[in-house]
């Protein structure tokens, strides 16, 4: 069933200028839709770089690129009116080849690492894939699309690459892949947008050995053109995050929890703790009257109950246990009778509840990968309009 048609593919980033032309198009489309009754099932849009950003980080402050208004005004218009998705290409792999000086791989791949601050939202972000989201968020709702949905029609890693492409490797790619399907049929959502369902569509299905560039630009590949295999990656999002195989695995391994300090203040661990119940998307329900972590009824054991909640779902990292200075990362498991701290290890953030047809649903929705071809249905129309 086909879903989606875009017109166009990041036309910004065409040696030809043919952004004008591309509004104008998808009317047209969306005006043959409407004929055939069509309109309300198969949404119109156009895929975009990253690029048409023109400030990304903070992701707090990022924003459209001004040069591209004039087309992006009226696609926005049009995309808010008939309820269209903003599609976007988002490849954290080009952010740390370019700059990995300043990002980090762990940061890349969604492995456990130190994170960045917000200096703007104090919002923390594990992963560079949020990272560039979220700037994408705020853009928009700069110019008063908060609304608009996101989607994500491309994002990967290579799996080869030539000698200055040293992060192109399968252990990468599979890394990346694995855990960013992890990410997003769990529905995290980003910092900013807390438990928001983001599509994400992977690229690509096959390698393309003929493609001209880079060597790393014909290995993104799940398979060779011949079918087979280019490595083994699970795309369930039931198993458990992939991580670097050296150094200090504390955290990665799931010995490390994080606690409320005790030489805290009351009035700091009482504001920490209703930001992570709050902003923090930490489900708290366990330690509400009559729940397995209610007791002891005091501050510093609901704290320590919802730091660690936190921390664990944001990778286990030491930003992610700072709470303002209220909270510590110990190796002491702190659950005690049927209260359970969780960890890494076991991969979730409530104690209480258990595994709901939403996340069967989510797992199922990630299984046509490889038939994606039906539900997003990629036309370069601008080569084709004088059909319409």
């Known amino acids: 069933m086909i879903k989606y048609v875009t017109v166009g593919a ?64 009226p696609l926005l218009q049009f995309l808010a009116q008939t309820q269209s998705p903003f599609m976007v290409n988002v490849y954290p792999y080009y952010a740390y080849r370019d700059n990995p000086r300043k990002v980090s791989l762990d940061y890349a791949l969604f492995r456990p690492n130190d994170g960045v ?39 990967g890693w290579p799996s080869k690459g030539g000698s200055k492409e040293p992060a192109a490797t399968p252990d990468n790619a599979v890394t990346y892949i694995g855990n960013l399907v992890r990410h997003v049929i769990n529905n995290t959502g980003t910092p900013s947008r807390p438990g928001q369902e983001i599509d994400t569509y992977i690229f690509a299905v096959f390698n393309e050995n003929r493609k001209p560039g880079l060597e790393s630009e014909r290995n993104w590949g799940l398979f060779y053109p011949d079918e087979t295999k280019v ?36 009035s700091d661990l009482q504001k920490a703790l209703d930001w992570a119940c709050g902003s923090g998307n930490v489900d708290c329900s366990p330690i509400q009257p009559g729940q397995p972590c209610y007791e002891p009824d005091n501050l510093a054991s609901h704290a320590s109950y919802a730091f660690n909640n936190y921390y664990q779902k944001n990778g286990a990292s030491s930003v992610a246990c700072n709470f303002g200075g209220t909270g510590n990362i110990t190796t002491i498991n702190p659950s005690y009778e049927s209260c359970v ?14 595994p709901s047809s939403s996340g069967v649903d989510s797992i199922a929705s990630f299984s046509w990968l490889i038939g994606w071809v039906t539900t997003l249905f990629l036309v370069h129309l601008l080569t084709i309009l004088k059909w319409l």
Request: contains cysteine; aromatic residues 8%; glycine residues 6%.
């Open 10 to 73: 990041e036309v910004t980033e065409s040696t030809i200028n043919v952004t004008s032309l591309v509004v104008p198009a998808m009317r047209n489309v969306q005006t043959a839709l409407k004929k055939a009754g069509l309109d309300q099932k198969i949404k119109v849009s156009s895929t975009h770089a990253l690029s048409i950003l023109s400030r990304s980080f903070p992701p707090s402050a990022g924003a459209l690129d001004s040069k591209y208004a004039y087309f992006l005004s």
């Open 117 to 155: 601050i917000d200096p703007n939202t104090g919002l923390v972000y594990t992963n560079m894939f949020d990272a560039q989201l979220d700037a994408l968020f705020f853009a928009l709702e700069a110019l008063n699309f908060r609304s608009l949905r996101v989607m994500v029609t491309e994002t």
């Open 231 to 266: 490595y083994n990656v699970d795309i369930s999002g039931t198993g458990l995050p992939y991580v670097a195989t050296g150094g200090n695995l504390t955290s990665v391994d799931g010995t490390s929890w994080c606690v409320a300090s005790p030489s805290a203040k009351e």
């Open 341 to 354: 701290y969780t960890t890494s290890r076991n991969g979730t953030a409530n104690t209480t509840s258990t």
